[in-house]
């Protein structure tokens, strides 16, 4: 036996576990403590942001175990909502899945509550990100913005919208047991435009899992990608009068879409797509049928693109714009099962889950150092 190459292969199964994440994927919330909430419950979390006073939904799954680490959907409603809008499919049947969730509340009055995003105050590298002739703005309307030299494009608030969700998250992991690996960022509308944030803003981007998108676009100078490697799921509506999927025919600006009845300038789903398969190094794009899709006759032009340790996915829906349908849910929360080692979830909302949270194998997340180990130990065994 030759000590000085087993001393090495031991100090080598050391770093690869190190590294593979074999005890790191767990949430402080996984040693003990009193969690924020108890197993199906769902409580009001009432926090200060900036002098406001915002309230954000807890929902916990029904087999919520404080020493089993649970995927976590954080919920951004529209604009002008509030934390309520995710209703039952946050409050019981994602839960029900397996998901902890938590439905955040944006910034503003109670007629104005949103997210703050690039490109809301009105400019952006590509100019103004609204058509000043259709916009009017809403800057005197919001408390947290000081509004001199305020353009007609501005309509989003002016705090810092990606820092209460790091107060918060931070918060959760300290007291719930949370798969640090599967931490999702879903929004609807102006709350999917933040979501595209929170995929590029450095506090945020390397703590999350990937994003789901619904019916949302990032402002027209603002198509960034994410900043780390993630995973994407996006849902478009093909009649939807503020977030149009197609261009407006401007010539000079083929990848831009514009909202005739409020003005603003976006991306094409196209673009952000493009963008995103690019930052992530996807390479196999092709048509995608499964997570619950072909059960949907409303979907179309429905794509995936697999890149490393990431997935990027989207389809079109027949409709305008909406957030809180069957055909838009169930598909996003399967892809996210999916990227975890879960089964697919095999019942509509209407109907009682037959499957439990963590049925069926193992996370990926989970395997995946199990597979490093049993590469390093075969390594030791031919050294000795």
Known sequence: MDFHRLLTSLGLLMVVLSISGASGSSSTGCSGGSPLAAAGQTIDLT???????????????????????????????????????????????????GFITLAMQGH???????????????????????DSSISTGYCQNLPSCTCSGATACWWTSCDDSVAKVVAILDELQASLCIDLNNIWAVGY???????????????????????????????????RGPSVNMS???????????????????????????????????????????????????????????????????????NRCAGPG???????????????????????????????????????WTGESQSSSREGGSSKAAWKPLQLGFWAAGLMASWI
């Open 47 to 97: 926090r200060s942001h900036e002098g406001q006073s915002v309230t954000h939904k807890l929902s916990m799954p029904p087999d919520y175990d404080n020493s089993r680490p649970a995927p976590l959907i954080l919920f951004f409603h529209g604009w002008t909502q509030d934390s309520s809008y995710c209703g039952d499919i946050c409050s019981s049947f994602a839960p029900q899945h």
């Open 189 to 223: 509308s102006n709350g999917a435009m933040f979501s595209f944030e929170l995929a590029y803003d450095s506090r945020t981007a390397p703590r999350l899992a990937g994003v789901g998108i619904l019916a949302g676009l990032p402002h027209y100078g603002f198509n």
């Open 232 to 302: 994407f799921f996006g849902m478009f509506g093909l009649q939807d009068p503020w977030f149009p999927v197609t261009s407006h025919g401007d010539a000079n600006h083929p990848d831009r879409t514009l909202d005739t009845e409020s003005g603003y300038y976006y991306y094409t789903p196209d673009a952000v797509l493009n963008q995103w398969e690019a930052s992530t190094g996807c390479t196999e794009k092709a048509p995608v049928t499964e997570w619950g899709i072909s059960n949907y006759n409303i979907l179309s032009n429905c």
């Open 108 to 130: 503003g009055p109670s007629t104005l509550r949103n997210w703050a995003v690039s490109g809301g105050q009105g400019t952006g590298p590509l100019g103004p990100t609204c």
């Open 310 to 348: 990431v997935q990027i996915a989207s389809c079109n829906f027949n409709a305008g714009h909406e957030g809180y349908q069957e055909y838009e849910w169930i598909p996003m929360l399967n892809f996210m099962r999916n990227m975890s080692g879960m089964p697919e979830i095999s019942v509509s």
